[in-house]
């Protein structure tokens, strides 16, 4: 596949011109992109988690909203409202901040339950509704969302059903000491993000999104994401395992990395290096693992380690 190779490429460089010493992260967020995903950032505040949404946007030529969750919000503030019109008598309907290509929910769990629900729709259908009449979200269209996994108070923990329907959770995590001394100058003068040009059309994402879907995944690599998903429902150490979303999305986001990597077919690799981002925000840890402070990340390696790759039993 080296159509979408060379555009992931070019992606990839062009946001790593702006966020440094993040190769991992910045890949997951384009294979997000490639899959018609929605991507989870979770980090600390200051490790550019509302730069890398930006990026993104001016490298494909994409409108950017950016939406700052605070518990006052409301669900209008979001999708929209209906306002009459004294002049013709009807009502118009003023697209609210979620009508672009790409939306930044910046700290996600601070609106409360209610507002993180108008959500759901738009993340799920591409789609929002509003007085009975529905509108269509633009295409590509990619949900960005940030939340800080240290300081809760104040905060309204997403529910399993929202969690579930973003494709990849990431973090960015700290610079090494060479990248943020980097980083400090290239800054030094203007950010980089001043400069930055488009180098991927939207027509040309959207044909690669389409393409994404033709890798090649064989029956048993079938077989072994649904091993991986079904050890996750019965894990001793987990109370809920991951849904058949999980499957489909571990299933996608692998087809993306082999199409990044020039290849028309999936390798265990693939499903392997996408599993941790893919599926560990999908489980629930039961009470007895918490207690031991057991991360879910560890889990899902630990049935990485567990479950048999297909055709490893014929090298032994």
Do not use: W
């Amino acid at each position: 596949m080296p159509d979408i190779a060379t555009l992931a490429e070019r992606l990839i460089q062009n946001v790593e011109t702006v966020i440094v010493g993040k190769p991992d992260p910045v890949r997951l967020t384009v294979i997000g992109l490639l899959c018609q995903g929605h991507v989870l950032i979770e980090d600390v505040p200051g490790t550019g988690k509302t730069v890398l949404a930006k990026t993104l946007a001016r490298s494909i030529g994409g409108s950017f909203h950016r939406i700052q969750f605070t518990p006052d919000m409301l669900p209008s503030d979001v999708t929209g409202v209906s306002i009459f019109n004294q002049k013709n008598r009807e009502f118009e309907f003023r697209p609210g901040p979620v009508m672009a290509q790409i939306v930044l929910i910046d700290e996600i769990n601070r609106a409360t339950p209610k507002t993180q629900a108008a959500l759901l729709e738009a993340m799920e259908e591409r789609q929002i509704t509003v007085d009975g009449s529905t509108y269509d979200l633009p295409r590509p269209f990619l949900v960005l969302a940030t939340q800080n996994p240290i300081e809760y108070e104040g905060t309204f923990p997403l529910p399993e059903a929202q969690l579930d329907r973003f494709l990849l959770r990431i973090s960015l995590g700290y610079p090494t000491t060479h990248d943020e001394i980097r980083m400090i100058g290239e800054q030094q003068l203007a950010h980089p993000l001043d400069s930055l040009q488009p180098v991927v059309g939207i027509p040309d994402l959207l044909d690669a999104q389409d393409a994404v879907r033709r890798v090649e995944v064989a029956p048993e690599l079938r077989r072994y994401i649904l091993d991986l998903v079904t050890a996750t429902r019965r894990h001793p150490e987990i109370y809920l395992g991951a849904s058949p979303r999980g499957s489909l999305a571990l299933f996608r986001t692998a087809q993306a990395r082999a199409a990044i990597l020039r290849r028309s077919f999936v390798l265990p690799d693939d499903i392997k290096a996408v599993a941790v981002p893919t599926l560990a925000h999908r489980i629930l840890i039961g009470s007895a693992a918490r207690i031991r402070d057991v991360d879910a990340r560890s889990l899902i390696q630990d049935i990485l380690n567990t479950v048999p790759v297909p055709g490893s039993e014929a090298g032994r």
